[in-house]
């Protein structure tokens, strides 16, 4: 599915989620603060990684890819804390996901 912009969540949960096999595996919840379709605009691909559905009633920031980059390229300010905030936020994914698939592989 394509993805063209960025969310930064404001109110609300929502769930992230893939399809495996047929099957629907959760891989995360979102809360305020949290971003969604940063791996779509910062890989430059524009393609979702997953599923995301709301669990209450949310509210979120959208930032088009476009504005992004432009905010990113010009903005000396705010570019390294957005970016290193971002860059945070995929390690903490990325260490959630490796929990979760030590545990479905553990006997």
């Avoid at 595996?25 to 603060?33: D, F, S, T």
């Avoid at 379709?37 to 691909?45: D, F, K, P, Y």
């Avoid at 559905?53 to 432009?70: G, M, Q, W």
């Amino acid at each position: 599915m394509p993805a063209e912009s960025l969310y930064l969540v404001l109110e609300g949960e929502l769930l992230a989620s893939v399809e495996d096999g047929g099957k629907t595996l959760e891989v995360g919840h979102i809360k305020p603060g949290d971003w969604l379709g940063e791996v779509a605009v910062l890989s430059g691909e524009m393609l979702a990684s997953s599923t995301v559905s709301t669990v209450t009633r949310c509210r979120a920031l959208k930032i088009h890819y476009r504005d992004f980059e432009n905010l990113v390229i010009h903005d000396e300010d705010i570019s390294p804390v957005l970016l290193e905030q971002l860059v945070d936020l995929l390690a903490e994914r990325l260490r959630e996901s490796n929990a979760t698939a030590a545990k479905l592989n553990s006997p």
